[in-house]
């Protein structure tokens, strides 16, 4: 997801965050309601005798709790682009930054490459003193589409669209 903020000190800042379904609470939910399930089956085969299913469902429930944390954990992930008086500040992190670099406003350029296959997304970079920094990688097609239209219209910076790279192999 791609979310343009404008302050009125003319802080102009891109927000960047992979698409979530739902949040830490309606994934609870949702392990609420299959536990739930799994209980209401693995019980009555427990009474009968079958006590072995308990440890099973237990294991399912805690497979799934583990796996929606990690999922969720993962999509936690933001960068920000932020540009205010002439400079460019990419930040990028979990819960709190983690990798921070800040450029010249005139010395950043954006080169957004296009793919040999026509459905593929295009790559979105920052090339800024020598270095080229990846940006939203995480982003589907249609929102690298709105990074790149944001980052010429809004921030007003410099974009170049490549033809694929051929990489040869000697």
Known sequence: MVAMYIQANRMRRVVLTPNQSLNWEG??????????????????????????????????????????????RKLN?????TLQDGQLLLQRGRNHVETSCVFPESSVKVLVEEQDRPMSSPDIDLVAEGHCYHVGEFLNRADRFILAHTLKNQLNLRVSHLGSFHHVSF
């Open 27 to 72: 994934n609870l939910w949702v392990i609420l309601a299959v536990s739930v399930v799994i209980l209401l089956v693995a019980l009555p085969i427990a009474l009968r005798g079958g006590w072995v299913v308990l440890p099973f469902a237990a294991i399912q429930i805690l497979a799934l709790t583990t796996s929606l944390y990690l999922t969720l």
């Open 77 to 81: 992930y933001r960068e920000v682009i």
